[in-house]
C-alpha cells in the first residue's frame, strides 16, 4: 500500500510563515499534490510537484525532494482565511490516475 | 457554471435502504472518480471511470456500484447502507493528460451520508 505521513495539527499566527511537511513511501511516483480544504468544503488544488525542486504560486510554494520522499507546502504572509485542512497526495501509478492522499494537516491561524 | 456538480449535497436515511448519488461534470473531462471522505478526513479513492470504462475498482464492497452512462456523468448506487458508509462523498473529474504529464482533479461540493 502507499503510506503518506503529514502533521495533523498546526498553528500559526496572521502574517506568520508555516510549513507543512509530507513524507511518502509509495510504490512508485508520478507527482505529488497539494490541496486545500476549508471546512465543509470540497479540496481544491493548490500545487504539483513531479520534479525535485521549488515550485512557487504567489504567497504558497511547494517543494519535493524525490530521493528523499519528502515534499513541503510553504504558506507566507497567512491570512485568516488560509485556516484550513492542506492535504499531500501522490500519484503512484504511471496507467492510472489514481492519487493516495495523505490525512491531512489542519491549520488553524490566530489573529 | 458549477464545474463538477453532486445530488443530493445531503441524505439521512435507514440501515438497508439503496441509494443512489449523481455527479456531473461540465469540463469536458475523460476522467471521472468516486472518493469517500471518513469522520478521519481520510480521503479514499474508490471508482475512477475513464470514457465510461471503469479503470480503478479499489477494495470496495460490492454493495456500491458506479454506472457511468456517459463521460460527463459518474453516478454511485449503494444498497443495503450500513452506519459505516457513513461519510462524505466526492466526485472529482480530470483530463486525459498529454503523454508524460500529469492532471490535476477538480472535485464536486460532496454528499454527506448519514445512515441511522
Known amino acids: 500500500g502507499q503510506n503518506i505521513d503529514q502533521p495533523t495539527e498546526m498553528t500559526a499566527t496572521e502574517g506568520a510563515i508555516v510549513q507543512i511537511n509530507c513524507t511518502y513511501q509509495t510504490s512508485g511516483f508520478n507527482g505529488l499534490f497539494w490541496y486545500q480544504q476549508h471546512a465543509g468544503e470540497a479540496p481544491t488544488f493548490l500545487s504539483y510537484n513531479v520534479l525535485d525542486g521549488l515550485e512557487e504560486k504567489g504567497r504558497f510554494s511547494s517543494f519535493l525532494s524525490r530521493s528523499k520522499g519528502y515534499s513541503y507546502l510553504l504558506l507566507k504572509e497567512l491570512q485568516m482565511k488560509d485556516s484550513a485542512s492542506y492535504l499531500c497526495?501522490?500519484?503512484?501509478?504511471?496507467?492510472?490516475?489514481?492519487?493516495?492522499f495523505g490525512a491531512g494537516t489542519t491549520v488553524t491561524v490566530r489573529a | 457554471d458549477t464545474a463538477v456538480s453532486q445530488t443530493p449535497k445531503y441524505l439521512v436515511t435507514q440501515m438497508g435502504n439503496d441509494k443512489s448519488i449523481k455527479c456531473e461534470q461540465n469540463?469536458?473531462?475523460?476522467?471521472m472518480y468516486w472518493y469517500k471522505q471518513d469522520s478521519k478526513k481520510f480521503l479514499k479513492i474508490m471508482f475512477s471511470?475513464?470514457?465510461?470504462?471503469?479503470?480503478i475498482n479499489e477494495t470496495v464492497p460490492n454493495r456500491f456500484s458506479p454506472k457511468s452512462p456517459d463521460k460527463a456523468h459518474l453516478n454511485l448506487h449503494i444498497n443495503s447502507l450500513e452506519l459505516g458508509d457513513s461519510a462524505v462523498y466526492f466526485c472529482?473529474?480530470?483530463?486525459?493528460?498529454?503523454?508524460?504529464?500529469?492532471?490535476?482533479?477538480?472535485f464536486g461540493p460532496g454528499t454527506r451520508l448519514l445512515v441511522l
Open positions: 471511470y475513464n470514457n465510461k470504462e471503469l479503470i
Open positions: 497526495a501522490v500519484r503512484a501509478g504511471s496507467n492510472d490516475y489514481k492519487l493516495s
Open positions: 472529482a473529474s480530470s483530463q486525459d493528460p498529454p503523454s508524460g504529464n500529469v492532471e490535476t482533479q477538480y
Open positions: 469540463l469536458g473531462h475523460d476522467t
